[in-house]
């Protein structure tokens, strides 16, 4: 590429849309000419889209039927390290260019900036009829996953006449919003002190900042158990960046429910910082996308997708609760945030900090072979200690059909709330029940479009797919022989726990967290900060309740099936399990009263419950590691998938057979083949899901291999095909 960074009026540029073409278009570049990197809008048939200049044109079209630009967008252009970064971010997830620019603009109403505007977004209300028009319109919306654009934006995206929006919104089908224009964000007070931190604290927060001091890249494991004050040590590092006038990003997992997180950055720097999630509203998306550019946002609190925002000059990221499953995206673009900010760091010359207390075990075992450094907070703070964990044995406990709660869990939770302190039920199952089954004719009630059972919503008084999404009435007599009210809920989940709890414990305060109650995210945080507050004796709560949130009074954990997890054929099963027990125990004792954690299990001898219980992790990491070394699994080895998807099995599975009788560029690098097997979720949304499981050794050119590999697919217009590369999860 030239390095020219202008173009004059008339010079052809090439120009990068989100479109998915797959090629590069020539331009002309407009009156007063533009930046290399400039966000600019193209003509494409009868549409306006969304591009972004990305070098001289290529000039192998009739010069005179090249089409100008039509006007360059008031924002900061791209700069040269945010077109590396996705370059090369799609190189390694085997992912188009133009999908690469939809997730950097994620942001609505670039293009037009007046200081009120309406907005349209989608409505969620099926229109009576369908048009070509109407569906391009819902595409250009589905497409950017919920955004909202102007009318004149979202006319032209569709290439349809405004009318049609206009016929949508009438329907409902389109929803039609108002929104002010940008301002700056307040600026952080780095000035301000933190919290005094103990000498252990302070060591690792000057570590970080002699890092900072040093200047470019570099990556460090902060490890520590939960309440050993990573965050106070890692909000020292940040307010080292700030001070230096750099910007930072910390991503969290679940950043829709950190209303503490936002408080105690404001403590700490007197500001609140931007925040980046899906239950942002589109203004401040676009306020946000905006100021971030410009410099004038200092601080960003975000979701993944807050790695693909256009930082001026990014000098630090943080990766809370580094992890978490949640940061790796399996829809659409397939990509884990984590390892992608490590990419985005080394090419901004910026700092990482993974934050866990029970680190995954890529970043263990990176840290363990010296790439990244390591800290380690050992002892929390002050006053609270780590809580007593026990097993109880539910072979040696009688409880009743239909219960769930041992007489041993029913004795410390009395006593707790004797103490006015509170406990926590940990069930990692949403809704009601998992199974329905049908008494007359043992008939479980499945999902019409997956290979999923589905799940009784008693709140909602509906059955739910949990695979897609799917919802129905739940049935007075059995789908399969009519036979009226024997459907029967077998098994728990977090709302009939919640009834057990209420039977059990008649006079105690009651708080369900299971992230479909909670119609909003505020209604979520509101939920969270009253826990907080002490307002409530019991909490009965899925893995949401896992991560990070502060509950003071907390002093007794009771996790109802520890052995959940256990089972399956997952590759990090027991990873997940260890971490999320971990996690939960860690919720109990955060202030001066000591906690305990009960783990109600079936095989308190299994290997992964009793590291859990001695605490011993560094023995279950090495351990496990020895394992995947054996097997050559990641992170010693390294896995990708291929998922193919079509309305028919057989079309799904030819071309499965297909690709397996074709290894040739996967041998070629000493890769295997295996499959083509039905996915675990073997259909999602009324497709069928075949899976090919590629393995190979660290250090070959995978994603080369790969590509060249599923280039043999013959294209068909109902096959869909998903690469991922280190897949995490195995649906
Ligand atoms: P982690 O991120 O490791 O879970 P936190 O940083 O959230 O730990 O610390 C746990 C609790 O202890 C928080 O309420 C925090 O404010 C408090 N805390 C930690 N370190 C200090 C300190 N040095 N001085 C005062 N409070 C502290
Ligand atoms: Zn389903």
Redo the contacts with the bound molecule.
């Keep these: 590429m030239d390095d020219r960074s202008h173009f004059a009026a008339g010079e052809l540029v090439s120009v990068l849309t989100a479109q998915p073409l797959d090629r590069f278009l020539d331009y002309k570049a407009p009156e007063g000419g533009v930046f290399l990197g400039a966000y600019v809008q193209v003509p494409l048939g009868p549409r306006q889209v969304l591009g972004v200049v990305w070098g001289p044109g290529k000039g192998d079209f009739d010069y005179n039927k090249v089409r100008p630009v039509t006007k360059v967008l008031d924002a900061a252009p791209m700069r040269d390290e945010m077109r590396e970064f996705l370059v090369r971010a799609g190189d390694y997830t085997l992912t188009p260019m133009s999908a690469m620019l939809r997730l950097a603009t994620r942001a609505p109403g670039l293009s037009n900036p007046p200081s009120m505007q309406k907005v349209y977004r989608l409505g969620g209300v099926e229109p009576d009829r369908m048009t070509d028009a109407r569906t391009r319109v819902l595409d250009v919306l589905r497409d950017y996953g919920g955004l909202s654009f102007t009318l004149k934006e979202l006319a032209e995206m569709a290439g349809v006449s405004t009318g049609v929006v206009k016929g949508l919104v009438t329907q409902g089908a389109v929803r039609e919003e108002e929104t002010p224009r940008d301002l700056p964000y307040p600026r952080m007070d780095t000035a301000r002190h933190g ?4 000498d252990d ?1 302070a060591a690792a927060a000057a570590r970080l900042s002699d890092g900072f001091a040093k200047g470019g890249y570099g990556t460090t494991l902060l490890r ?1 158990v ?7 040590v890692y909000l020292e590092a940040v307010a080292a960046c700030l001070a230096a006038g750099r910007q930072a990003l910390v991503m969290l997992p679940e950043i829709a429910l950190s209303e503490q997180f936002l408080v105690r950055v404001e403590q700490r720097f007197g500001a609140k910082p931007v925040e980046w999630h899906s239950g942002v509203t589109m203004t401040e998306r676009r306020r946000a996308w905006k100021m971030i550019g410009q410099g004038e946002a200092e601080l960003v609190v975000g979701a993944r997708s807050a790695l693909f925002l256009p930082y001026r000059d990014l000098g630090l990221i943080v990766v809370d609760e580094e992890h978490d499953t949640s940061y790796k995206q399996d829809d659409g673009v397939i990509y884990n945030a984590r390892d992608m900010a490590v990419l985005r760091a080394s090419l901004a010359g910026a700092r990482v900090v993974l934050a866990s207390a029970t680190p995954s075990l890529e970043t263990w075992a990176n840290a363990d072979a010296g790439k990244y450094d390591r800290l380690d907070l050992t002892s929390r ?2 006053e609270s200690v780590l809580p007593d964990m026990r097993s109880i044995d539910m072979r040696a406990q009688k409880v009743d059909p239909g219960r769930w709660i041992s007489p041993a869990l029913v004795t410390a939770v009395m006593q707790r709330m004797e103490r006015g302190e509170q406990s926590l039920l940990f069930l990692n199952r949403r809704g009601y029940a998992p199974v329905t089954l049908c008494r007359a004719c043992g008939e479980q009630i499945a999902c019409d479009h997956c290979d999923a059972r589905m799940v009784e919503h008693r709140f909602l008084k509906r059955l739910v797919c949990h695979q897609c999404g799917e919802t129905k009435p739940m049935p007075t007599e059995c789908p399969s022989c009519h036979v009226e009210g024997k459907l029967a809920p077998i098994g728990p989940g977090v709302e009939r726990l919640a009834e057990e709890v209420a039977a059990v414990f008649p006079d105690a305060k009651t708080a369900v967290l299971s992230s479909d109650l909670f119609s909003s995210a505020r209604a979520l945080k509101e939920a969270i900060a009253q826990i907080a507050d002490g307002d409530v004796d019991i909490v009965i709560g899925t893995q949401l309740v896992a991560k ?1 949130h ?1 509950f003071p009074r907390l002093t007794l954990v009771g996790v109802i099936d520890a052995d959940l997890g256990l089972q399956g054929s997952d590759l990090r099963a027991a990873e997940r399990t260890f971490q999320l027990m971990r996690q939960v125990a860690g919720r109990a004792g ?1 202030a001066e009263a000591p906690g305990e954690a009960l783990l109600q299990s079936h095989q308190p001898d299994h290997p992964v419950i009793r590291a859990i219980l001695t605490g011993d992790e560094e023995d279950f990491w090495r351990a496990e590691a020895d394992a995947r070394r054996a097997a050559g699994m990641p992170p010693y080895g390294r896995l990708a998938a291929v998922i193919l998807s079509a309305p028919e099995a057989q079309l799904a599975f030819g071309a499965g057979q297909d690709l397996a009788r074709r290894p040739g560029p996967l041998t070629a690098i000493g890769a295997q083949v295996f499959g083509p097997a039905p996915a675990p979720i073997a259909r999602i949304r009324g497709r069928h899901r075949v899976r090919l499981l590629v393995k190979a050794d660290k250090g070959v050119a995978l994603q080369a291999a790969m590509a060249q590999w599923v280039g043999q697919l013959r294209p068909h217009k109902d096959l869909r095909v998903a690469l991922d590369i280190d897949p995490q999860s195995f649906f």
């Design positions: 919290k005094p931190l103990t604290q520590g939960t309440g050993s004050g990573k965050t106070e703070f002050g990070g502060n955060r």
